[in-house]
């Protein structure tokens, strides 16, 4: 749902940018009480993994296709606010280096694709949790459905801002029909994929998932008839798997994902090119600013091998924003260390 340049007019482009911003700016504020130096890692490892798994488009329809959007998976794993940042590198990094969304709508894209669908899977997802019984699955549970409903809320946010400042006069009604419509369609991919990942990270290091800490209820004892919390053991078990570990799987796990795997996405559109396309909204985009990157379209340029191509870019993206994202999440956990030192 990358929105390119000229769908949206300049003022509300500019508004939409300024909300960004101000999230971001939030955002960076309310990271430093999220990451640590186990999680800071891996938030970049999440912002790489959104990277990759965005190149694999999935067929929803006849003739169009879908991608996972991200905000969801960021937030359970390592957190709202950081959640928030991870989208948004993975959106900076697909508009300067892949001319994928436009750059004057990184601020729209950011609001739409990061902060909308953080907010509504993150703030859906503790609500499940919190009715749910205290165990892993009700964590996946409750990803699957905030991922799916995050989705559609996201295409209705689009709208909106279309209805707001579109450059083509189109029916909104019909707009928002086919834009929920179709996203509620990859809602259910972006559903699956957000809880395999979630699941697989819960299976190996729950205390590393920012969505399951503190749910895992207590052993019950029957006495006397009635059920009572047993006393906890003196040493918490081990995790299965380090930090470590868990990270270069990841990052081995990206890196196949985009440079391999990729090249067997659906070539279809996406939602919403394809709704642009059918309603006539795409009929004043602009040229993307960074077209003439050696890396646009996910291509690496002079690379005449489409295969290798592709797979050489998606590597390069994998590789650009993991370093970006944590190198900036190093940034954010330093200042919070520091604030700690000064504190004490």
Not at 178 to 190: D, S, T
């Amino acid at each position: 749902m990358h929105v390119p340049d000229g769908f949206i007019n300049a003022p509300v482009s500019a508004a939409a940018g300024v909300v960004a911003a101000g999230a971001v700016a939030v955002s960076l504020r309310g990271a430093r009480r999220e990451l640590d130096e186990r999680t800071a890692p891996l938030a970049g490892l999440v912002a790489a993994f959104i990277f990759a798994v965005q190149m694999l488009n999935f067929p929803v329809a006849t003739g169009t296709s879908g991608h996972l959007l991200g905000g969801a998976l960021a937030a359970i794993l390592v957190g709202p606010w950081t959640g928030v940042l991870c989208v948004a590198v993975v959106l900076l990094m697909q508009g300067i280096l892949f001319a994928d969304g436009g750059l004057t709508a990184l601020g729209v894209n950011i609001t739409v694709m990061g902060v909308v669908t953080v907010v509504v899977a993150y703030a859906l997802f503790r609500g499940l949790v919190l009715v749910l019984p205290r165990t892993r699955r009700s964590v996946t549970v409750a990803s699957f459905v905030a991922a799916l409903v995050s989705v559609p809320a996201s295409a209705a946010a689009f709208t909106l801002l279309y209805a707001i400042g579109g450059t083509t006069d189109v029916p909104i009604s019909k707009v928002l029909t086919a834009m929920v419509g179709v996203h509620f369609l990859i809602g259910i991919g972006e559903a699956v994929i957000t809880m395999l990942t979630v699941g697989a990270v819960i299976a190996v290091r729950p205390d590393l998932v920012f969505g399951a800490r503190g749910l895992t209820a207590p052993l019950k004892l029957r006495v006397d008839g009635e059920l009572v919390d047993a006393a906890a053991p003196a040493t918490a078990p081990a995790p299965s798997g380090s930090p470590k570990k868990l990270w270069i799987g990841g990052v081995v796990t990206a890196l196949v994902l985009a440079g391999f795997v990729s090249f067997y996405a659906s070539a279809s559109p996406d939602g919403l090119e394809k709704v642009a396309a059918d309603k006539g909204i795409d009929t004043k985009v602009e040229e993307h600013a960074a077209a003439g990157s050696p890396l646009a379209d996910y291509g690496v340029k002079d690379v005449e091998n489409a295969r290798l191509s592709g797979g050489l870019a998606g590597v390069i993206g994998v590789g650009a924003t993991l370093a970006v994202g944590t190198g900036a999440f190093w940034v954010v956990r330093r200042r919070r260390a520091s604030q700690e030192a000064a504190a004490v």
